[in-house]
């Protein structure tokens, strides 16, 4: 189930500015990853909101984990992880793929905790176990 799709994305969780997927192909691949991991941390209960306020918040989240997948496969480059870049004398660093994974992880548990919180869904440590003990 398509939970929130690309014309919401740029319409009402961007409002109006420039989106980071430009394409609906895009967006719908990175969506599916995000809403199975949503599932995953949320333990399916987000499907059990029905207040259409909840429901904003809920789209509005799995947005925001598509900017972050995003963000992770843009620093992606030959399967390797950029660190930094410096434009003269044209100088790259790479990290460890675990250390930019961790970061990301990181990210996307922050925005459940954003987002979804207040909702009760995310209430558990053990949702968030993975990087918080």
Known sequence: MEYVDYNYYVNNYNRGLTPKIDSASSFKFLEKKAERYLNLKTYGTYLNIDNEENISKIKDCLCALVDSYNDEENVKQDGLFKQSESVGGHSVTYASSS???????????????????????????????????
């Open 99 to 133: 250390s930019i994974k961790s970061q990301y992880e990181s990210d996307r548990i922050d925005i459940l905790k954003m987002y979804l919180w207040q909702l009760g869904i995310v209430q558990s440590r053990k949702v968030f176990s993975i990087h918080e003990g």
